[in-house]
């Protein structure tokens, strides 16, 4: 079961049923809902102002935290994923079944 994730002043939660919730941190209040494709055991991840949620399928979405359900982009790596990511010195550390992924930004 994924942990929430707390980005103020919102706190982002996913459900059994694979609803994606973003509620009032302060009321429990739910601000947005939405239904994601796939099954979800890692935990969101906020990087770099951006959150990011991966799905046993493997694909990762990637969201703008705020008042709107506002995705910028999905990224799909092959394999079982249920670990959350790990984060280190800019890099992104995505383990599968069968492989770990060492994901780093473009160099300037």
Same mark, same amino acid.
């Given at each position: 079961?994924?942990?929430?994730?707390?980005?103020?002043p919102?706190?982002y939660t996913?459900t059994?049923?694979?609803?994606l919730y973003c509620?009032?941190?302060?009321?429990g209040?739910i601000v947005?809902q939405e239904?994601l494709s +796939?099954?979800?055991? @890692? %935990?969101p991840l906020l990087a770099d $102002?951006?959150?990011? *949620?991966?799905?046993?399928?493997?694909?990762?979405?990637?969201?703008?935290?705020?008042?709107?359900y506002k995705q910028?982009?999905?990224n799909?790596l092959k +394999?079982?994923t249920? @670990? %959350?990511?790990?984060?280190?010195? $800019?890099?992104?550390? *995505?383990?599968s079944?069968?492989a770990?992924y060492c994901?780093?930004?473009?160099?300037?």
């Amino acid at each position: 079961m994924p942990s929430p994730l707390y980005v103020k002043p919102y706190l982002y939660t996913i459900t059994r049923d694979n609803i994606l919730y973003c509620l009032e941190a302060a009321t429990g209040d739910i601000v947005w809902q939405e239904r994601l494709s +796939g099954n979800y055991s @890692a %935990s969101p991840l906020l990087a770099d $102002g951006r959150i990011y *949620i991966t799905s046993e399928e493997g694909i990762t979405t990637v969201l703008e935290p705020g008042s709107q359900y506002k995705q910028i982009t999905k990224n799909n790596l092959k +394999g079982k994923t249920m @670990a %959350s990511i790990a984060v280190s010195q $800019g890099n992104f550390f *995505i383990r599968s079944g069968d492989a770990l992924y060492c994901i780093s930004p473009a160099p300037r």
